[in-house]
């Protein structure tokens, strides 16, 4: 079994490019030149430049010694949270970056939720000094004002999506109606495993970093390549990803995904697609979504705005299908939970998503001897408000 | 020959109206499509509203919007559909996005499309690889033709390998847009119809996206076989409702 992507972008039978006629010439040459400008020694030395110097990589693996205490096991957190703007999404926009100004593109637009991805995009383009337009949720736009504010700060041009449910999903459609109106100047910034072919391939590729750096730096601590398992959480499944990527042809290491379970799998309130979803085309890719019996994307939730979305990546679909990959969904609740203990054990204060993957211990039992690495995708600045309304603090 | 074919042998310009189903009211799909054929239009496209229309702008956004929350769904589009070749004669494709469409099972929709008498399909997020690759077998089992688009950004070599998979007509997107954007036709779309018309192509062209009234329908069909309007009759009908059908009609030719 194959786990990354095939020529034509398929992960198993999921992917593709499942895109209006408008956006061929665009996606066709980035699915032409994306592997050959990756490949080329100068991206190579200007990327991992900038991952070193701009963003702070290689970020540690930290030994959680009293999270591992707590839950009888071995526990390696990897430090996300501590790359410049506060999360993981940057490897990726960093790399994005890049490739817009080998293709020549003089214009960047990109979609977010939370704002994290769209903080990470203005970031570069403030960086290299190019035009930045982020689509946002107009709800998401209210409930994010502080990420906002950021991105306005970094000269990013911030565009309320007023279609549909306000959310990620509609600033994505937003972002994606944008490049059909502005075919030639512009590259689009997917902050995600998600959308059609290459870009699920690409991201990974770009966030795989995290994975590499894991491997190089367990062999030194523990003289060994591989833990038993890796943990990280899935909304898009950009950072799991990144996390699993170099471990996917490597069965001795258990990938285990968490999707976020909302206010409860059963309440109609829930973001955890590898159980409510079914195949389908969203974003231009053919993957395992939330939807009605009539093919209408419904609307998922979500404490964490980062897992608020109703698909995964095609990677993640396959790694669900194929059993590869074994999926958890945690709730709102065990998320809150589990981001505080966090916070007492270690000081560190996690972002909300990241949250979601450690509530894994305590619901799945691991062995004294076993080796984890949690990815912690990001940190909880931009989640204060919640955690203070969450906990009366 | 299917009746989009002998539609187009006939020697006129044709005005093809798109129109989400379900919009304005949920059953106003047949009397739409009787008003239409009575007033001289010559096909429809019956869009199949869909939650996410991502090549749409702001109206068809809000109709497909506004026809999903009348309750209409796949199903009720074929059961209203179910004898409209006893009422209506001109050719009728639908148009959606995909998904809707593989939810209700590709072969299963394209077996009631027979059924109800469409000619053909339209699905802007199908592109020809895929559709090739995967579904080209079940539409020509059940006789249905799939319609692609090009754009003034699609290159010659493509055009040619789209013309060479279409049957029907090719509908060619008049701008860099998404549906209604409304801007005005100039130099660049003047070129563009006179680079489409020189590559002699096999299929007939439909122009789509931008038209809206008499000036635009003639510009656009200067050089291609006909042209749709949607946009511009859906903010019709929001306004004036089925009775606005035959003076918005009279108004373009």
Redesign the interface.
């Known amino acids: 079994m194959k786990y990354n992507a095939d020529e034509k972008g398929y992960y198993g039978e999921f992917g593709g490019a499942y895109i209006p006629e408008m956006l061929y010439p665009n996606v066709e040459e980035l699915r032409q030149n994306y592997l050959k400008i990756m490949a080329e020694e100068s991206f190579q030395k200007e990327f991992n430049e900038l991952l070193k110097e701009y963003v702070g990589r290689p970020t540690p693996l930290y030994f959680a010694k009293r999270l591992s205490e707590k839950y009888n096991t071995k526990i390696y957190l990897k430090r996300e949270d501590l790359c410049h703007t506060g999360a993981h999404k940057v490897n990726n926009t960093i790399g994005q970056i890049l490739m817009a100004q080998r293709l020549k593109k003089k214009r960047i637009i990109a979609e977010t939720g939370a704002g994290q991805h769209g903080v990470a995009t203005a970031t570069v383009c403030a960086l290299m000094g190019l035009e930045c337009i982020v689509y946002m949720g107009e709800i998401d736009i209210e409930r994010q004002a502080p990420n906002v504010a950021r991105m306005k700060m970094l000269g990013a041009t911030v565009v309320p999506a007023l279609s549909g449910s306000r959310t990620l999903k509609d600033a994505t459609n937003e972002a994606i109606r944008d490049w059909i109106n502005n075919p030639t100047d512009t590259h689009y910034i997917i902050g995600s495993v998600v959308g059609p072919h290459p870009y699920p391939d690409m991201v990974a590729r770009f966030q795989s970093v995290i994975s590499k750096e894991i491997k190089s730096q367990l062999q030194e601590k523990e003289g060994r390549k591989n833990p038993d398992y890796v943990i990280a959480c899935v909304g898009g499944g950009s950072n799991a990803a990144g996390a699993f990527y170099e471990y996917l042809d490597t069965p001795e290491v258990g990938i285990l995904a968490v999707e976020a379970a909302g206010k409860g799998i059963d309440t109609g309130k829930s973001a955890a697609t590898s159980v409510l979803g079914k195949m389908g085309i969203i974003h231009g890719s053919k993957t395992l979504l939330m939807q009605t019996p009539d093919g209408q994307i419904t609307e998922p939730y979500s404490i964490s705005a980062g897992l608020d979305y109703p698909g995964v990546g095609p990677m993640h679909a396959h790694l669900f299908k194929s059993g590869r990959g074994e999926f958890h969904s945690v709730t709102d609740d065990e998320a809150m939970k589990a981001g505080l203990e966090l916070c007492k054990l270690e000081g560190i204060i996690p972002a909300i998503e990241s949250s979601h993957a450690l509530a894994l211990f305590e619901k799945k039992q691991f062995k004294k001897e076993d080796v984890i690495v949690v990815n912690l995708s990001g940190r909880g600045d931009k989640d204060l408000n919640t955690y203070i309304e969450y906990f009366n603090l | 020959m299917n009746r989009i074919q002998q539609k187009l042998e006939q020697d006129k310009k044709l005005l093809s109206i798109y129109f989400s189903a379900g919009f304005p009211e949920l059953n106003d799909t047949v009397s739409i499509l009787e008003k239409l054929e009575a007033n001289g239009v010559d096909m429809v496209e019956i869009g199949l509203p869909?939650?996410?229309p991502?090549?749409d702008?702001?109206t068809i956004?809000q109709s497909s919007?506004q026809a999903?929350k009348n309750g209409m769904?796949?199903?009720i589009l074929f059961d209203q559909l179910e004898n409209i070749r006893e009422r209506v004669s001109i050719p009728l494709l639908i148009m959606g996005?995909?998904?809707?469409?593989?939810?209700?099972g590709v072969e299963a929709f394209c077996k009631k499309c027979k059924e109800s008498g469409i000619d053909g399909l339209i699905i802007?997020?199908?592109?020809l690889?895929?559709y090739e690759a995967h579904y080209k077998d079940i539409f020509d089992k059940y006789g249905l033709m799939n319609i692609?688009?090009?754009?003034p950004?699609?290159?010659d070599d493509?055009i040619h390998q789209i013309d060479a998979a279409s049957k029907g007509f090719i509908y060619m997107?008049s701008s860099?847009?998404?549906t209604g954007?409304g801007s005005a036709f100039g130099n660049e779309q003047e070129e563009y119809f006179e680079r489409i018309h020189k590559l002699k192509l096999k299929n007939p062209c439909i122009v789509g996206f931008g038209i809206k009234d008499a000036n635009t329908f003639s510009m656009a069909t200067k050089r291609a076989s006909g042209a749709i309007i949607g946009s511009g009759f859906i903010k019709m009908l929001s306004k004036d409702g089925i009775e606005g059908i035959g003076p918005f009609v009279a108004a373009i030719r």
Do not use: C, K
Not at chain 2, 97 to 104: D, E, K, M, S, V
Not at chain 2, 148 to 151: G, V
């Open positions: 869909f939650s996410d991502l090549a702008g702001p956004q919007t999903l769904t796949t199903q996005y995909f998904n809707p469409i593989l939810q209700y802007p997020d199908l592109p690889a895929e692609f688009l090009i754009t950004q699609t290159s493509r997107v860099a847009s998404t954007s």
